[in-house]
């Protein structure tokens, strides 16, 4: 018999980007936490988070980083978790991945790794690795057994449906909302009227720089800018030795800032600065700075595929990511004012009413009726 006053919570994979940002904030929001219920969560070691401390039903335990060693990656997942769950007998698991935990049914898995549902054929480029390619088989062979999926989108849902056969009553769609910080210095007055040398085009793109991000995608379209004496600048969110041990054959010009690591009020503050949001990723499963661009009313500039189009629909403006020159007469466009502004920003603040409270997201994740 299963202890409905415990559960447990996985949050051993949420170290980087978007999984860490909703990890966090999901900890945070502790008045959607049921007092009656004990927590049992697993963190990797240093995660940080000011309510860690903070509440007498929680308990927390630290892992390793281990994240890229497969092994020990088999032994948490396959022996460690289970035997947690045979032992304390808890309501349920809350699995913030990105590996399935299998043998436990009882499981709420946020769905959150694309990789699982791309194709070899178009996302050919890191598919070579053989954690990630057993990371692909380990879910795809056991989230069948999962009673509850959380997918943020539609089009997850509907790929999970049509490419693993994960029945329909077993999938919810429950879009990420943002964090907000209401002390953003907001005071920066932007103009979308004239650009020049001194007042560039701003665009903006918060990211890792893994394959799928695209990033010689924007080298070369800021090589071609810059060629063309365009006013734009484009920052993105690395610094010149993580970008030279990743990809030493690309330059640096003119046209392109690196901003180095930022915490993510760092990220959302330079969001708040800059005149687009530029995104030309290939993959995602959500794609939380687009839905950040939307809190903000922050104009957006996306790859023109399905991922983008189902979270944006006509509230963002859409290039080829493969092709520079789509993207090139976009940009052209805004220069010479060929963009209004003020439509824009009403449907974008359209599009973000549809995304659900923090509140409401976090009470889903912890709704098990099964």
Not at 139 to 145: K, L
Not at 231 to 252: M, W
Request: charged share 20%; net charge positive; aromatic share 14%.
């Amino acid at each position: 018999m299963s202890n409905s006053n415990l559960i447990i919570i996985n949050g051993l994979n949420s170290r980087s980007g978007g999984g860490l940002v909703i990890f966090s904030e999901f900890l945070r929001q502790r008045s959607s936490f049921d007092n009656k219920i004990k927590y049992i969560i697993f963190i990797p070691n240093g995660f940080k988070c000011e309510t860690l401390d903070k509440n007498t039903n929680v308990i927390f335990i630290e892992f390793p980083n281990f994240i890229n060693n497969f092994i020990l990656l088999f032994f948490y997942y396959y022996l460690l978790l289970p035997i947690f769950f045979i032992f304390f007998k808890p309501k349920f698991i809350l699995n913030f991945g990105d590996i399935v935990i299998p043998y436990i049914t009882k499981q709420i898995y946020f769905f959150d790794w694309a990789f699982a549902l791309s194709d070899k054929t178009s996302i050919s480029f890191n598919l070579n690795s053989i954690t990630r390619q057993l990371k692909i088989l380990q879910i795809r062979r056991n989230i069948i057994n999962i009673k509850k999926i959380i997918c943020q989108t539609t089009l997850i849902r509907d790929e999970l449906k049509l490419k693993l056969l994960i029945p329909n009553n077993n999938l919810i769609v429950l879009p990420t909302p943002p964090l907000i910080y209401n002390d953003l210095d907001k005071t920066k007055i932007l103009n979308y009227k004239s650009f020049n040398s001194s007042t560039p085009l701003i665009l903006f793109y918060p990211t890792s720089l893994s394959f799928h991000k695209n990033i010689a995608f924007l080298f070369n379209l800021a090589r071609i800018i810059n060629d063309l004496k365009l006013p734009v600048k484009f920052k993105i969110t690395t610094n010149k030795k993580d970008l030279e041990k990743i990809y030493p054959d690309l330059k640096l010009c003119n046209s392109i800032e690196l901003c180095g690591f930022l915490s993510h009020k760092e990220v959302l503050q330079q969001l708040q600065d800059c005149h687009f949001l530029f995104f030309p990723s290939l993959l995602e499963s959500y794609g939380l700075p687009l839905v950040e661009a939307m809190s903000l009313t922050k104009p957006i500039l996306v790859s023109d595929l399905d991922y983008a189009k189902v979270l944006c629909d006509d509230s963002a403006d859409y290039f080829n990511p493969y092709e520079v020159n789509s993207a090139i007469e976009i940009i052209k466009n805004i220069l010479t004012g060929n963009f209004d502004h003020k439509v824009k920003c009403t449907k974008l603040k359209q599009r973000f009413n549809m995304i659900p409270s923090w509140d409401f997201f976090t009470k889903e994740l912890l709704d098990y009726k099964y």
